[in-house]
């Protein structure tokens, strides 16, 4: 079928529900359910409405899709030099398109490059009555009308069906170089908060706990050309030294199979850290926040300069949630159940409800995948 | 969503407002109200009915309760820079000021953001964290008179935001007030919240879903070196083309500038920027970042420059002259100002590639108009800035310079592009918007709308047409012998 008749056919499959109150599961490859709770409704298949639709790399725009493999759309970009800045994690060797807009997750390069949503320019969609509408579009600047493709972005679907994306993509570094020095927590907070003060080509900065086999670790990411990471690390190491870290530090070179696992690895949720955890809390903090073991005892895993923390805690849920929302931020549960976001204030979910309806009135895409009722 | 204001007398409406507001907050004299007859774009006007100052959020919460109690529409007004009549007063509307909202209530140094009233000036915020080597990436040319909250509004752009990104990319937080009074956290100190990106949905809303009334910006550290080269072409199309060519060689410049011959000599007139006056285009680039990161680009980029017929390739010797470089294009505006009585400045974007041809579109427009056209570009971006040169005070010229102008937007549409990059809807470009969108998208915008201000009082008319207007607009141009809006009955 050609995918025009493919967007009407999914069109009218929505309209169909619609009219019958039917509410619709939409499914893509899989590879996110975790990131929401589960949805149990009727099935709509997506991902046959694939393939490119638009690249110009010297544009810096593509458009594709929502069904397109994240695989095939990296792979058509890096064959240009360029990539996805915000490294979305896979979580999933089939994941499309689609799935990582809708979820709207990033990897470690996002304090440095910028979310997902940052880089959606536009997004075609099925609202909840079965319309298709477009919002945004395909140039980099655009404020006609209100963004309603960036709020798309981690609505996880419940206000409309991906169809197509245009998303803003940036040449790729020619070179990655990855430091990887001991320290503890608390250090490595104060050295990425200094850091951050200047212009540095930083592209990703996480610091391991320590195990029974290896001392707490951080690790930063430098990118871009040889020269300019070589000044980088020179700086870095004298920086170190100021605050009387004369420690080794590692360097793993561009290419080097161990450090892009590393990376990979993070972004994917495979490090070790992640493996072994049936409960695991995503904490979104300010990115200086200090260690918090004493009120949220357990184990630590920061990523994205302290900007997102991993946590493993026996604490109750409440505690996490309180804890977090002090901070500045807020906490996600994984679990059995798959993600639990926390609460939001009555105030916002009244708002969040209205613009459901406003989207989907009857309620029938993806009934309750980010909260209760939405 | 027609507003049914139930006319209270402008009289009794201020002394609602005197109950919690001070005398001089409550301008009713119309003398007082003159000043806020329009924005940046002053071929709309129109008198407030009542004007309000409130210094707190608890006023606005209350100035946004008596007026949907009494269904008086509300417009939010931050420096009126705006250039789309955004800011432009209702009739029997209140225009609500935030300029006494114009302190920076703190700076975190630790997470490198700082929280701001809505009122203060763009360019403020850089200079009180300058001490620390940091800034505020957003910079709009009118950055020294514009405010923060009316930049959220608009979702304002600037000559670096190809690389750092607009105003959506640099805000972390909002406090925001709904027309009923109510006060909603949006976004938080970290980087994402749950739920939806409220955030994103709020940034360039023109004032149509809440009163911004605090907002917390992220803080960037400053490059350690900072390069700019200009570059003379005796063909824009030669020029375009080198912007491509600078991006497929991997670099994002910081900046990266287009001025077309009429744009050049007016700004040279002007600003004394030593710009070649017979060139039919310029092009600045702006390089940043590590010293030898820079001291190699500017290699690079000079060998595609010249690679693209570059006539004359400069590389500033000084930050003097850096800043001599970019005096003519900042000026630009006030520039083209001089030469002619009156100027429209256009907002469109296109794809980078389309512009040989929206440019030869233009000009084709400006002769059959006869209308000079200068043109201004943020090529890194593609957001064109053409800028048509009238008189408003011979006869027509207006309606034919706004004819033109919406005939420019058109040409942006088809080529793929947008209406608007970075201006914002407002009034003038309401009718293009029926060209961009189709009638359900448009349905869709008016029900989000319709949940943050369920009684359409909040800058009412702005942004986003009516279905009827659209066929109206459509019964006067109709496209490939299509009737637009089918499904309304025509009148
Ligand atoms: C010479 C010149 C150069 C310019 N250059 C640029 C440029 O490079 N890039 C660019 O993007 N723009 C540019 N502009 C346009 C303008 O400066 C921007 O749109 C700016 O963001 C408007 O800010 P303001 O405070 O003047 O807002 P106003 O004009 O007062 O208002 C603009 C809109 O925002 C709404 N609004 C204002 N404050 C609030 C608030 N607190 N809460 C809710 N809604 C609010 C208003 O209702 C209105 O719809 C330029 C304008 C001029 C005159």
Known sequence: MIQQNIAQELAAQVQQAFAGKQPLRITGSGSKLSSGRAVSAQPLEVTKHCGIVDYTPTELVITARAGTSLQTLESVLAESGQMLPFEPPYLGKDATLGGTIACGLSGPRRPYAGAARDFTLGARIINGRGEILSFGGRVMKNVAGYDASRLMVGAQGTLGVLLEISLKVLPRPV???????????????????????????????????????????LYLRLSGTEETIMAAVTFIQKQLQKEQQTLSVTEKKNGDGQADAFWQDLRERRLPFFTDANRLWRLSVPPATPVFTETLPGECLLDWGGAQRWLKTDAGADTVQAAAQKMGGHATLFDQEGATLAPLSPALIKMHRQIKTAFDPEGILNPGRLYEGL | MQTESQSVPADQLATLFRQFLAVESVLSREEERRPYECDGLSVYRQLPLLVVLPETVEQVQRVLRICSEHKVPVVARGAGTGLSGGALPLADGVLLSLAKFNRILGIDLQNRCARVQPGVRNLAISEAVAAHNLYYAPDPSSQIACSIGGNVAENAGGVHCLKYGLTVHNILKLEIVTMEGER???????????????????????????????????????????????????????????????????????????????????AEAFAQAGYPKDAAAILLCELDGGQQEVVTQVEQVKTVLQDCGA?????????????????????????????????????????????????????????????????????GDGNLHPLILFDANRPGELERTEEMGGRILDLCVAAGGTITGEHGVGVEKINQMCHQFSSATLQQMHALKAAFDPAGLLNPGKAIPTLHRCAEFGAMHVHHGEVPFPELERF
């Not at chain 1, 104060?190 to 707490?216: D, G, K, R, S, Y």
Request: proline letters at 7%; aromatic letters at 6%.
């Open chain 1, 175 to 217: 070179c990655e170089h990855t430091l990887i020095m001991d320290m503890d927590t608390g250090t490595a907070i104060a050295v990425m908060t200094q850091l951050a003060n200047f212009a540095l080509p930083l592209t990703a900065a996480c610091h391991l706990p320590a195990t029974p086999q290896q001392t707490a670790q």
């Open chain 2, 311 to 379: 006539t004359e390739v400069r590389v500033a010797a000084s930050a003097a002259e850096r800043e001599k470089f970019w005096k003519g294009r900042k000026a630009a505006f006030p520039a083209v100002g001089r030469i002619s009585p009156d100027y429209y400045c256009m907002d469109g974007t296109i794809p980078r590639h389309q512009l040989p041809k929206v440019l030869a579109g233009i000009t084709a427009l400006s002769e059959e108009y006869s209308l000079p056209v200068a043109n201004v570009f943020h090529a």
């Open chain 2, 184 to 266: 909603l956290t949006i976004g938080s100190d970290a980087l994402d919240t749950p739920g939806f990106d409220l955030l994103a949905l709020l940034s360039g809303s023109e004032g149509m879903l809440g009163v911004i009334v605090e907002i917390t910006v992220k803080l960037l550290p400053r490059p350690e070196a900072v390069q700019v080269l200009l570059a003379a072409f005796d063909d824009v199309a030669n020029a375009g083309d080198a912007v491509g060519k600078i991006i497929a060689a991997g670099i994002i410049p910081a900046g990266l500038e287009m001025m077309d011959n009429p744009a050049i000599r007016a």
